[in-house]
């Protein structure tokens, strides 16, 4: 069983930065695809930024040039690093696992409040 356990998230000025991490437990296959989503009030949730295991990042393209997903696989640790943030960006951000069949695991969210 697959547990993903988000952290980082806070309150932030308009501009500035946060680092999300999301650490995962148990087994984590080579095929699969790690990744971000958010969920502001009011709104469906939506992808933010995938990295597979190969290393290939997918962005929406919002965060283009503001977000970068990067991960650490001996730590089995999934990071999202945010600069310039703005209000839009207020959101709660959970962690996502995919395996390549399909089952998918989520965190339980960590909150991003960017205040203006």
């Known amino acids: 069983q697959v547990q993903l356990v988000e952290s980082g998230g806070g309150l932030v000025q308009s501009g500035g930065s946060l680092r999300l991490s999301c650490a995962a437990s148990g087994f984590i296959s080579n095929t699969g695809t790690m990744g971000w989503y958010r969920q502001a009030p009011g709104k469906q949730r939506e992808l933010v930024a995938t990295l597979s295991r190969g290393g290939t990042t997918n962005y929406e393209d919002s965060v283009k040039g503001r977000f970068t997903i990067s991960g650490d696989s001996a730590k089995k640790t999934l990071y999202l690093q945010m600069n310039s943030l703005n209000s839009e960006d207020t959101a709660v951000y959970y962690c996502?696992?995919?395996?390549?069949?399909?089952?998918?695991?989520w965190g339980r969210g960590t909150q991003v409040t960017v205040s203006s």
């Open positions: 996502h696992y995919r395996e390549l069949s399909g089952i998918a695991y």
